[in-house]
Each structure stands twice: as C-alpha cells, then as structure tokens.
C-alpha cells in the first residue's frame, strides 16, 4: 500500500480513522519531545520515536530552511509491523491556519517503515504546519515521495515513465485541481511525483512550496509565470513533458537525491506576489 495522508478539518473524521486502527493487543510506547509512539515492542517504538525526530529535523530544514518549533502536544504515532511493504496515513485538523490535530499511521517491515513510510508521512507534517491548511493533493504526495529512499523514488519514476509511454497522465491543469484521491492511485502519485521532481529540480524546494502556495491561493498560471518563467500551465505542461522525454532517453540517470534538489534560501526569503500576513 502506498502511503498517503488524509486531511480534514472535521473532528469526527479523526475520531473515525482512529477507530479504524487495530488496538495493540500488548504494545509499547515511547515519547520524545514531538512525537508519542506505540509500537509492538519498546525498541520498535524508541527506534520510530528517534527517527521521526531526525526525519522531523532534517526534512524542515531541506524544505524550510529552519527546523519547525516544538509541537504543544506530541504527536501520535501507531506502528503496525507487517511482512509488507510500508505504508502510512497522517491525518489533520486544522484550525485558523493552524494544524489543531494530527495522527499518523505507518505499517509494514521496520526496515520499510524507517526508510520510506515514516520520512514521506513526516513530510506532510512539515507541509501542514507551513500551509496551515490542506495543500493540494498532487503536491502534498508527489513532494513527500522525494523524503523516501532511491528504491521508491526510483519505483515511482518507473510508474510515471510508464504513465506517459500509455499516454495515461492528464493534463496539469487538471491535476492541480484535483482535491479528493482519485481511482487510480498509483498513476495518480507517479505523476504527482514527476511533476514535483520536475518542479523542485529547476527551482529547488522553497520556491516550489511557493508555486504551490500562491497557486492555490491566486491561480497557477499567474505562479507558474511568477515562478517559472513559463507563460502559464500549458507552458509548464510542455516543459514537463519535454524533461520526461529527457529522462526517458537516459534511463540510468540517478533519481531525484541531495545533488540535484539544492535546499536554497529559506522560504520566508523567497518572494510571493500575495504574503500572508
Ligand atoms: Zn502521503
């Protein structure tokens, strides 16, 4: 299963999803300073725990410039060790542009959780704190599938090459308005995840996050023109396009990673043509 958030502002649909989880027949917990874990055994929790710290760190920094702020309460964290793959959930409330409530859910083998559900399921952590509301659906996935490790960014490369050799990707300006998980969820991610890569590999992770804010915000052919250089989606649509085919043709080109995604100037420097007070 693939990791994705689900994002509410309704108090009730929290309640739900954690009515949803499995109770832990004989778990442990393990509390750091902004993360309260529960895992089948106490090492399995400390190990989750110190991780989620340093993905916490290190992931605000790439994208932010700065470490986020202490969170006022923990954040609950349920881990479900399976034979599988790795997975997660992170649920949010939000409250006058600001995160309220939020649970996370990974599962899967440690070895996954640690490398690839729990660094993508934290990065929509740092995403709700900047956006303070819910960031659009293809950005909040497509950017938190570059925190995983080569293997699934890899995976996710080959599913959005595949995508377009069938000529199934939609157009971006479809893509951007899209607010609710479509059927087709791994098509779905690995365009996300294209576009994204895309995006943050000409202009780096702040100015994407820009892009995004004042796409939502004021339109995204006025941000793709602000940010971009590029006259309006369409525009950006080709110049994605064009990028893939390049892909394409140098299949062993190393994904997405450190060299490429330059961390940039912190965010709040960039500017926005509408600064929220
Ligand atoms: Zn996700």
Redesign the pocket.
Known sequence: M????ARSSSPRSIVALLLGVSPLLCGASHQTTNFVVEAPTREVARKVGEHAEECRRTIAKAWLGRELPDWAVPCPVKVKLTGGEAG???SFGFDHGHVSDQNMVVEGRLDRILASALP??V??TVFAAFFGGPMPRWA??GA??LSEDERERKRHDQIALDLLARRGEIGLGELFRIDEYPKDLMSFYGQGYSISRFLIEIGGRPRFLRFVRDGLESGWDGATLDHYGLADVRELDRAWRSWHRGLLANRNAPPANEAVLAYGEPVDALPSRNPRP
Not at 2 to 5: G, I, P, Q, V
């Open positions: 693939d990791a994705h958030s997660g959930l992170t993508h399921e990065t929509h909040d996935e938190s599938l």
